[in-house]
């Protein structure tokens, strides 16, 4: 196996909010978000009944607030699942964000799968297979539909006659983001996405709460890399053309408390083929209380050492 071709274009660094109440206190941790200098704030897509005391707040319509409450970062979703949302009202959500945000939404789009989720809207035994193929038709119709192209007549897991929607600001649409690990879901984001999401080699289920040692977590997302720019290759795209984001799952919040560890961090997914990350608010792994040692640790990190290493290296003499 080939190893990943390095990536030309300036790491990107974003915040990943578990929408949880009170109402004041999220929009705080945003704005500050936005304020560290962070290039993007995501959301998360779920049922409260999936994670309590964590999701009180519904995504999109979260969204529409933070577009109006924030003017520069990047925003969105990481992400929707297939289970919730017709492709036409999804649409229609997201280039209502779009307009709110003046252009500035990014779409993560997944499978889904939480069994909670899925139960409380009466969601079940769906195949992987089948998941992978509702999610390809998803993009498919939201790609026409964003564009303003008018739907007519689409049969299919969503059948959909007559929609069409104002056009998006972004042009030709906001960028698509898919998200997963997967083979099936790895050659879905070359063939059909702006950006590939990756948990960064941590299982998205395990009994071990500390998943994956960083080694073998590393080498995971290296080959993970490889068959994203095969895939790239096969359908004749670019893969440099193709943005690598890293969700930081399963990460110590520590981390903020050490600038050695974050850089050496971000270095080591950098050299697979990562270039962008996205790391939680952070919180207590087991009480998920706030924890302002790490919330000032992210506020130091943020000031110094994303700074430096956004730079570009110095050329050689």
């Not at 993009?139 to 689409?154: K, N, Q, T």
Request: charged residues 25%; neutral net charge; aromatic residues 8%.
């Amino acid at each position: 196996m080939s190893s990943p071709t390095a990536p030309d274009r300036p790491l990107r660094f974003g915040l990943m909010y578990l929408q949880s109440a009170p109402w004041d206190d999220l929009m705080g941790r945003i704005r500050r978000g936005e304020e560290m200098g962070f290039d993007s704030l995501w959301v998360a897509d779920h049922m409260t009944g999936q994670y309590p005391g964590l999701i009180a707040y519904e995504a999109w319509t979260l969204l529409g607030t933070i577009a109006a409450r924030t003017s520069r970062a990047r925003i969105g979703t990481l992400v929707t699942p297939i289970a919730f949302r017709h492709p036409a009202l999804l649409a229609m959500s997201a280039t209502t964000v779009d307009h709110a945000s003046g252009g500035r939404l990014e779409i993560g789009l997944g499978i889904g799968g939480g069994p909670i989720d899925d139960s409380i809207v009466g969601v079940t035994g769906r195949s992987g297979p089948e998941r992978v193929a509702r999610l390809e038709e998803q993009v498919i119709l939201l790609d026409r539909l964003l564009r303003g192209e008018p739907v007519r007549d689409h049969d299919g897991f969503y059948p959909t006659s007559g929609a069409v929607i104002e056009p998006s600001v972004q042009r030709p649409r906001p960028p698509i983001v898919i998200a997963g690990d997967g083979p099936r879901l790895i050659d879905l984001a070359a063939r059909r996405g702006d950006a590939w999401n990756t948990l960064g080699g941590q299982p998205m289920r395990s009994t071990n709460a500390g998943g994956s040692s960083m080694e073998e977590a590393v080498e995971v997302t290296r080959r993970r890399v490889v068959l994203l720019e095969e895939a790239c290759d096969r359908v004749g795209r670019d893969p440099r053309a193709l943005r690598r984001m890293l969700l930081a799952y399963r990460v110590d919040p520590k981390l903020f408390l050490s600038r050695d560890a974050f850089s050496d961090y971000v270095g080591r997914y950098r050299e697979t083929g990562i270039d962008e990350f996205v790391f939680y608010w952070p919180f207590h792994q087991e009480t998920f209380a706030r924890v302002p040692a790490y919330e000032e640790g992210l506020e130091r990190i943020a000031g110094t050492v994303i700074p430096a290493l956004r730079r570009p290296p110095a050329p050689p003499h």
